[in-house]
């Protein structure tokens, strides 16, 4: 699989994080939407990727394994994809329990915000739309706040709650760089800094990531991402080949309601890149 002329779908969550589709529903829907290539990337958790293997092989689709590891970069958090490592390494799911820890904690102090602007019970409200409860998230407040009619979409909730500088946003320390590509790598899999555009970084910050991210054995970067726009495709292609990395491509889909991009429904990556999938040819299951 040398071409970037590929369906490959490497970014996206179900029930086990903040999707709202079982790992079977979704592969499901990858298989209905022509996707030829398979990932999914639950938030700093691997409990679906059994589920999700298995069914993907039952219906004749390609699948790499896959996480989206929270980490803190430069008082940021910045997401590393894992691609093609052995989800059963206790390097991994160690280390991703230890990232675990603290949501709780956090979503507490988050609704205790929301409660100062009038918005009561929202740790509550929250936890009704949780599959695991150790990884409550902004998504789980988000679809919380819309249904109790506080705002008509997640959308409005990002831009009025939630994010730093409006009522409920609790920083957070998450994993370090070095030690989430450390977990990937050492499973055999290929990290990938994932959808680059969405982080506010100067120039200078941008390049200490690649650089650092480089230097501890990061091997790829999303490219063509739903989270990235069309001129953002073509910056982060040329950044690619500047720092040597192979390029991935997926949608970040989380649900049919919410999500602007479908799985499978993206641009192929440029073909002056090299796919990410080039480099796990033998971790396809
Ligand atoms: P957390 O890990 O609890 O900080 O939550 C991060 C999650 O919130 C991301 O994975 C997205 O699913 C969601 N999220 C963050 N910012 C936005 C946004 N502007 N619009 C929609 N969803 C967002
Ligand atoms: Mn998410
Ligand atoms: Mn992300
Ligand atoms: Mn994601």
Redesign the pocket.
């Known amino acids: 699989m040398t071409t970037s002329i590929l369906n490959a779908d490497l970014h996206c969550?179900s029930v086990v994080?903040?999707g709202t589709l079982t790992p079977e529903a979704l592969a499901a829907r990858a298989k209905a939407n022509g996707v030829e290539l398979w990932a999914l990337t639950d938030?700093?958790e691997v409990g679906g990727q059994l589920r999700a293997a298995a069914a993907a092989r039952e219906l004749g689709l390609r699948y790499l394994t896959g996480v989206?590891i929270?980490v803190t970069f430069a008082g940021e958090?910045v997401?590393i994809v894992g691609l093609g490592f052995d989800a059963t390494d206790t390097r991994m799911t160690d280390g991703l329990h230890l990232t675990r820890g603290g949501?709780e904690q956090?979503a507490r102090e988050m609704a205790d915000q929301l409660a100062k602007v009038g918005i009561a019970n929202a740790y509550e409200g929250a936890l009704r739309f949780v599959g695991n409860p150790e990884l409550?998230?902004?998504?789980?407040?988000?679809r919380f706040l819309v249904e109790s009619g506080v705002c008509k979409d997640?959308?409005e909730?990002?831009?009025r709650f939630?994010?730093e500088g409006k009522p409920g946003y609790v920083p957070?320390r998450w994993a370090n760089l070095q030690q989430a590509i450390q977990w990937i790598t050492d499973g055999g899999g290929v990290a990938v800094i994932a959808h680059p555009g969405?982080y506010r970084f100067t120039a200078n910050e941008q390049y200490a990531l690649f650089s650092e991210f480089k230097a501890h054995g990061g091997q790829g970067v999303e490219v063509v991402t739903g989270s990235h726009s069309t001129s953002e495709y073509l910056t982060y292609a040329d950044m690619a080949i500047e720092f040597g990395l192979a390029a991935s491509r997926g949608s970040?889909f989380?649900s049919p309601d919410?999500s602007h991009t479908d799985l499978g429904a993206l641009p192929y990556l440029p073909g002056k890149l090299t796919p990410v999938w080039e480099l796990l040819a033998d971790r396809i299951q």
Request: aromatic share 6%; charged share 35%; proline share 0%.
């Open positions: 969550h994080s903040d938030h700093d989206e929270s958090t997401h949501r956090r409550i998230s902004r998504t789980h407040f988000a997640t959308g909730v990002f831009r939630l994010t957070h969405r970040d989380h919410e």
